[in-house]
Structures are given as C-alpha cells and as structure tokens.
C-alpha cells in the first residue's frame, strides 16, 4: 500500500517504503522543531539587546561553534555508537526545556547563549539528519530516495514558521515546549530507524565534513586553482550580502514593533519564515532546473545579487516593514535553492580530488570566514563608534556588495567554461555529472562545442 501511495512522487520500493516514510518524516519534524524556534532566538536577543549588537554574537559564534563542536565530537565517541543519535537528540529536547526555565530568570546571558545554541541546532540537526540517510541507504538507493526523504525539510520550515506566527497566542517562550516535544519524537524515529534497518550510524561524520580541512591546506587549494579562488570569492560575497540584509530585517523589525515586543518580533519573523519556506520549496520544484537547463549558469549566478541590489533600491525608497521582509524572503529563497545548486555545477569541471576537499573547503571555512568578515563590517556601519546607519542606509553597503558580487559572477562564468573545457581535454570529466538530466545549458553546449 505505501509502495503504490508513494510511486507517484519517488520510486520506492516495496522493501524500502515504510523506513522512507520514516525518513521523510524524521527530516520534517526536525525542520519543524527548528524553525519554531528560529524566530524566537532573533526576538529575545532583540528585546535584551538590541538589534544593532547581533554582529557582535555572529562574530564570536564562528569561533564558538567551532569549539562546541569539538566537543560534541568528543561526546559522541563515548556513547553507545549505536543509539548516540537518538541519544544527543533527547539531550537536545532537553536543553532545550532548560532554556525554557532561564528564561523566566529574564537575564540576558540567557538569550545570548539562546542564540548560540539556535545556530548550533541547525547545524546538528542537518548533519545528522544526512548521516543517518547514508547509512541506512546505498548510492543506489541515495538517487532515488534522497530527492523524497529530503522534501521534509522543506515543508517542516513550513510547519514550523506557521506555527511560530501564533506566538502572540502561545506565548514567545512557550514556542520551546513544542519544539522539544518534537525533538523527542524525532529521536524516537531515529532508534525506530536504526532497530528496523539494523545498521550503526557514524555519529561523528557529519561533525568530521563540518570542520573542513586545515588553514595550511585551505591556502594550497586556493594556490592550487584560479577557478576555486573565483568560486570562493562568489562564496563570500553571497555570506556579506546575506549578513547585511538579515541585519537590515532585525532592525527594521525592532524600529517598527518595539524593542520590548517580543511576541510581535517573533511573529514578524515567523511568517518572513513562513513565506521563504513556501516560496523556496516552489522554486526549488519548479524553477531550479529550468533555470539551470533553459537559462544556463550565466543566469543563474546573476539571479541572488540582482535580487539583493534591487531589493536594496526598494528599502532606500520605501521605510515600510515588508520591504525588509521582502529582500529577506527572496534571499533565502533564491540562495538555499537555485543558487546553492548552481554552486554545485560551478565544482563539476574541478579534478575529482581537489574537489573532494575542496566542496568542505568551501561550505565550511570560506562561509566561515566571509560570515565574520560581514559581522566586522556590519559593526563598523551600525555601531554608534562607527558609521552609525539605520537600517535604510545599510542598503549602500548592499549596492556596494552587488556590484563587487556580479564582477566575480561574470568571472566565474568564464571561468567554469575555460576549467570545464580544460578538464574534457585532460579526460577528468566524471560522466555521471554531466547527464542531461544534471547538465545546464552552459555545460551541454560547452561539451558539444568541445566534442565537434
């Protein structure tokens, strides 16, 4: 019965459908614990401390969750191997109720750490969500499940935001209690997972792929290839241009609701979520691979620093607060869909090796790094010491940012074409990434040319 109620969305085995629905499931809800709290973690630090004091926790975060996942690196090699995901998913319900009860200390540390620990958890989250999918699956098995088990995520984000945007109902801080409830479930899943498919989870890949490689090698790769220092640069200019929009939202949010409106933060927050969720999953059904087969990566590359220099002319012209929200939604919208798998072609004509450490190079510490360059430069344009803009003039940092981010666009384009013709001359190409079905129009039409 769930072979045939599934056949129409993915290609599910007889065998596999009861675990795949499991694994859909567990990727729903978790998004959906998360994103019911996202919101509440801008709000609180907000109403304590001010919007215009965020860059400082963005700055000392990187380094922080660095740190903390070493640690849960170490914690998780001395639990059970077998039951360590279901385990620290249980421990994460609970902090998460701790934090419920510092809350009603109303000191600020709290929501400082409360902010943290939220970064932390969506990365957690994520990574063991893909650990787990990797093990009980095969590479066979990954082609035809992982495109289903993964369109959880999505309309968990959607759940979640939803139910966020009541919280002028529930309560801001009460938004914590469903969370952990779910997370709770979720670790049930997982150790249903794991008994039924009887398979032991690395507990600490995802943790290993998170920490990317050396600042040694990191420089070799740079030096190693023209190609990956244009991609990185295209990287960081996304992470800055990301950064100063998210900064613009929580100001413009605290300008408009009142620095003490908690409730009505996390409410604005939660249906910006709500509307970046829904619109991100329809571009990615939808637009992604027509972009990417009919436009070309040219395009493609174009489309997330066009939206933020033309959102950024809006909220120059309008003080409204959907404008702010508007630039949000299309910037998550857009980077988590078609940019980040326009991304993913930009690596195709690297040698395979070199690619293999450099995707973690890349998603790691380049993001890393241009995330704490953009909270340096976000403090000396709102810091009283500094520049002093509101959230309106921030917008010139945003033009600035564009017009810097379509330079290197129109680099890596040209870029991509001369590495990919390069790898065709030097037999590098891995077949499997070039299918049609994969292929943008850029990629097909390189290789006929190349080939004739």
């Not at 309106?392 to 074409?417: D, E, H, I, N, P």
């Amino acid at each position: 019965m769930l072979q045939r109620l599934l056949s129409p969305i993915a290609e599910v085995r007889k065998e596999e459908g009861f675990t795949a629905l499991l694994m859909f499931t567990y990727s729903c809800l978790a998004m959906t614990a998360y994103n019911a709290i996202k919101p509440l973690t801008r709000s609180k630090f907000i109403s304590n401390l001010g919007a215009d004091n965020l860059p400082y926790v963005l700055l000392g975060a990187g380094l922080l969750i660095g740190v903390l996942m070493t640690g849960y690196a170490w914690l998780m090699a001395r639990l059970p191997r077998r039951w360590a995901l279901p385990i620290t998913q249980a421990g994460m319900a609970g902090v998460l109720l701790i934090f419920w009860f510092l809350f009603r200390t109303n000191a600020s540390w709290v929501s400082v750490a409360f902010y943290v620990a939220g970064l932390l958890l969506g990365v957690l989250l994520i990574s063991q969500f893909w650990t787990l999918a990797n093990v009980v699956y095969d590479p066979r098995q990954a082609k035809r499940l992982f495109g289903f088990i993964g369109g959880g995520a999505p309309l968990g984000g959607i759940a979640g935001s939803a139910l966020a945007s009541y919280a002028s109902q529930i309560g801001s801080v009460n938004l914590i209690l469903p969370s952990a409830a779910l997370m709770l479930i979720c670790a049930g899943l997982v150790a249903l997972i794991i008994r039924r498919e009887r398979v032991e989870a690395d507990p600490v890949a995802g943790v290993r792929q998170e920490k990317g490689v050396s600042a040694t090698e990191a420089f070799a790769l740079l030096r190693e290839s023209k190609h990956l220092q244009i991609i990185a640069l295209v990287i960081s200019f996304a992470a800055v241009g990301a950064a100063i929009i998210e900064q613009q939202l929580n100001m413009a949010a605290q300008a408009a609701k009142g620095a003490g409106a908690t409730d009505s933060i996390t409410e604005f927050l939660a249906q910006v979520g709500l509307w970046t969720s829904s619109i991100g999953f329809v571009i990615q059904v939808w637009l992604t691979s027509r972009i990417h087969r009919y436009l070309g990566i040219g395009f493609a590359l174009m489309v997330l620093p066009v939206s933020l220099g033309s959102t950024a002319i809006v909220m120059l012209l309008n003080a409204a607060l959907w404008a702010p929200g508007l630039a949000r939604v299309l910037d998550q919208s857009l980077r988590y869909t078609v940019d980040k798998t326009t991304r993913e072609i930009l690596f195709l004509p690297l040698p395979a090796q070199l690619k293999l450490k450099a995707k973690s190079f890349v998603d790691v510490t380049v993001d890393r790094i241009a995330k704490a360059a953009g909270a340096l430069v976000l403090l000396v344009l709102v810091k009283p010491w500094g520049l002093h803009l509101d959230w309106q003039r921030l917008s010139y940092a945003s033009l600035a940012v564009t017009g810097l981010w379509m330079f290197m666009a129109l680099r890596a384009r040209k870029g991509y074409l001369t590495a990919f013709r390069q790898s065709i001359e030097r037999h590098e190409v891995v077949l499997e990434d070039v299918r049609l079905s994969r292929g943008d129009l850029s990629t097909v039409e390189t290789l006929v040319q190349e080939l004739s």
